[in-house]
T-cell receptor
Framework: AQSVTQLGSHVSVSEGALVLLRCNYS??????LFWYVQYPNQGLQLLLK??????LVKGINDFEAEFKKSETSFHLTKPSAHMSDAAEYFC???????????FGTGTSLTVIP | SQTIHQWPATLVQPVGSPLSLECTVE??????LYWYRQAAGRGLQLLFYSVGIGQISSEVPQNLSASRPQDRQFILSSKKLLLSDSGFYLCAWGGTGSYYFGPGTRLTVL
């Protein structure tokens, strides 16, 4: 079965500091992987996705993620945190059979001024 | 471009009352549609998905049901709400690419 694990349900960073949100997946074959962001009381917005092309994926708002097969990881990073980055972030994997997505439990990012 | 609508945006219902949440999609045809529930601190749980009119698959057993009466309409229902049904309900559409989510419905069962 495919699943994702997000390490750290809460992450705090100072404004201007590096953002690192961790995601590990379990899959017998390289899956499709995604990062979504959710602002309070809103739906989820796609940040970026990995679909077996380039291993370093760039998304919106200067976020990027690197697919590392050897580590089964897809960590999300941003060089410099902004106050507006405070939100809930979800890593997701899409099943290779069918189109269902399975989400991690989310990481709440707090940006400290 | 594609747009997802959900209503109502918020809902407060007593235990034992019925429920009907609606999701409609614009700008695409024959989409795969999904209902997710987000409970506090528990991430997103896939409830139902549909690949076409009248075709519903359930991921978890519960007192909720779903229907797809039209190609771009997806409805989540319950005959009798439980306290545990409280949460944020999200509709999404997607195919072989990404998922796109609606704005969600906040349901509080008292």
């Amino acid at each position: 079965a495919q699943s994702v694990t997000q390490l750290g349900s809460h992450v705090s960073v100072s404004e201007g500091a590096l953002v690192l949100l961790r995601c590990n997946y379990s899959s017998s074959v390289p899956p499709y992987l995604f990062w979504y962001v959710q602002y309070p009381n809103q739906g989820l917005q796609l940040l970026l996705k990995y679909t077996s092309a380039a291993t370093l994926v760039k998304g919106i708002n200067d976020f990027e993620a690197e697919f590392k097969k050897s580590e089964t990881s897809f960590h999300l990073t941003k060089p410099s945190a902004h106050m507006s980055d405070a939100a809930e972030y979800f890593c997701a994997v899409r099943r290779n059979t069918g189109n269902q997505f399975y989400f991690g439990t989310g990481t709440s990012l707090t940006v400290i001024p | 471009s594609q747009t997802i609508h959900q209503w109502p945006a918020t809902l407060v219902q007593p235990v034992g009352s019925p429920l009907s949440l609606e999701c409609t999609v614009e700008g695409t045809s024959n989409p795969n549609l999904y209902w997710y529930r987000q409970a506090a601190g528990r991430g997103l749980q896939l409830l139902f998905y549909s690949v076409g009119i009248g075709q519903i698959s359930s991921e978890v057993p519960q007192n909720l049901s779903a229907s797809r009466p039209q190609d771009r309409q997806f409805i989540l229902s319950s005959k009798k709400l439980l306290l545990s049904d409280s949460g944020f309900y999200l509709c999404a559409w997607g195919g072989t690419g990404s998922y796109y989510f609606g704005p969600g419905t906040r349901l509080t069962v008292l």
